[in-house]
């Protein structure tokens, strides 16, 4: 069923429903601050925040430290600039008060790689800009457990195949003045790894954060980031609140538009 964005009433709708009813896996948010009119005023945006969960039995899975707060921080400066964004988010554990909370946010809640590769697809298409925010898990089990494993003495052995690469078959998908925007969190010769990245997967823009920055990563509320785009312009920050980090790479993208 399509879904659209009503502005008269600030709400989402789908053909067929009465007015203001969501499905039910869309949150609704709302939130003065829009303004008036920019260059994304309108424009249907996607983002990605949070990790992925990849299940070994029902108890256990693979995954890994993401907050999300990057993501919603962008999803909120975007909203800000007027775009109607599609949040696709993983499996969070952050409070209400540290959600994004504006009236142009469209949340689809996913828990799997599979989950998020295919809600990505859906929506790319239509997508002027597409900022891959979230941390997908780079391997999954290679067979789902429906029992809980007992523990054994023994050691466990587990068999990992590789995930889909979405952000490389999104850049594969990209066309005329769609604009997508990767990151790279590394351990060790970031920017080299990020200038590869960005050239291999079709990229207008790729975020690098590295571990070894204090304060950068996951979990907390703040990042230093180094961008580089589509024409090997490098520019490094310093410290900064992720509010502020997503100020930054808005500002970057309308540069690049």
Aim: aromatic share 8%; with cysteine; net charge positive.
């Amino acid at each position: 069923m399509h879904s659209s964005w009503n502005r008269r009433v600030g709400k989402w709708t789908d053909r067929g429903r009465p007015n203001g009813r969501a499905r039910r896996n869309y949150w609704i948010f709302s939130e003065p601050g829009i303004k008036k009119k920019t260059p994304l005023s309108g424009k249907t945006v996607l983002v990605t925040a949070g990790p992925t969960f990849e299940a070994i039995d029902p108890v256990r899975f693979i995954g890994n430290h993401s907050s999300g707060k990057m993501g919603f921080a962008i999803a909120d400066e975007l909203a800000r600039h007027g775009a109607e964004v599609i949040l696709i988010c993983g499996p969070t554990t952050l409070t209400p008060d540290e959600k994004p909370a504006h009236q142009l946010i469209r949340r689809i809640d996913v828990t799997t790689s599979e989950e998020m590769r295919a809600a990505c697809i859906r929506y790319f298409d239509k997508s002027f800009i597409t900022v891959m925010a979230a941390a997908v898990a780079d391997y999954k089990p290679a067979q789902f457990s429906g029992q809980k494993i007992k523990k054994k003495n023994a050691g466990l052995l587990l068999e990992l195949v590789p995930t889909a690469d979405i952000l490389a078959e999104l850049g594969r998908k990209k066309r005329g003045k769609q604009l997508l925007v990767g990151f790279a969190l590394e351990t060790t010769d970031g920017l080299r790894y990020a200038k590869e990245k960005l050239k291999r997967k079709n990229l207008d823009l790729i975020v690098l954060n590295s571990l070894q920055d204090k304060g950068a990563g996951f979990k907390g509320d703040t990042n230093k980031v180094t961008f580089v785009d589509r024409n090997n312009k490098t520019a490094k920050f310093e410290l900064k609140d992720k509010k502020d980090v997503a100020v930054d790479i808005v500002n970057k993208i309308l540069e690049l538009l």
